[in-house]
């Protein structure tokens, strides 16, 4: 089951008075955090809806591999009508997704992979008996959602359009603290300095040298997704030369070839993942989600949640 992510963040921090999606929290950006743990998760299709300050925010997660989409109105609208922005785009490229607001950064990977067990049309994290974020929605119902009135919200819209919502015990109070004020980011701040270990794992192939890696991963992906690679590259902000440069370079050292690439005419171009190209993505996502799984209960073993709050 495909899951993507619609993180919001076209409004104008005004009672923050600073631009939010962009503060550090450690080492990291708040949109930043987010997306780094969507991804860690194996997350994807990941649409990031901006607003305010948007060709900067776009530059700021550039080569993240998340897709931006523009609310050109987020000076009159709610955070609602960016959520359907978003939803409008990824509902027919996923089964479900994720939606969080650009201002609750500390949910953990756990979490995230926690609310992905359930099969309901909802699913909402709860911590010391108060929901929180991120949500997961089937993409099913995302259609009468969008059909809700924006005045009321998501949350409105849910309870109108959903029976049963599933709710999801989780020890993470990460999923309650959002941002809203100087205050509230300084609380973020603490909090994250308390913040558990986490092992963070990145895979690349090898022989003599790297052979292959997330990034080329993500591209292959970004390809499939779109159907062409100058939409991959626009997605990804990256040239076009060097996607190219990037494909040709793996294709001489795997031997065999990635794209099926279909010159333009009427209706334009298309590229296409070979059948070795499909393999070879597929294999890598599967290790790579095999690694995680067994560092995360290896992290448990050596790490006990008790010997992390001892030191948090």
Known sequence: MQTGAVIVAAGMSSR???FKPMLKIGAMSMVQRIIANYQQAGVFPIVLVTGYRGDELEKHVAKTGVICIRNEN???TQMFDSAKIGFSYIMDKCDRTFFSPVDVPLFTVYTIKRLMESNAHVAKPICDGKEGHPILISCVILPTIMETESDKGLKAAIDQCCDHVEIVQVGDE???QDA???EDYHQ???RHNRQ????MIEISLMRENKLFDKDSALLLRMIDFTGTVKEACEKMQISY???WNMLSTLEENLGFHLIDRRPGGEFGGSSQLTAEGKDLLDRYEKFSEMVRQFADEAFA???PRDDQDKHS
């Open 16 to 18: 923050m008075g600073d």
């Open 74 to 76: 987020y000076a009159t």
């Open 174 to 176: 990460g999923i309650l």
């Open 180 to 182: 809203d004020t100087p």
């Open 188 to 190: 973020l701040i603490e």
């Open 196 to 199: 558990l270990l986490r092992p």
């Open 241 to 243: 030369s060097k996607a």
């Open 301 to 303: 073993e050596c790490w």
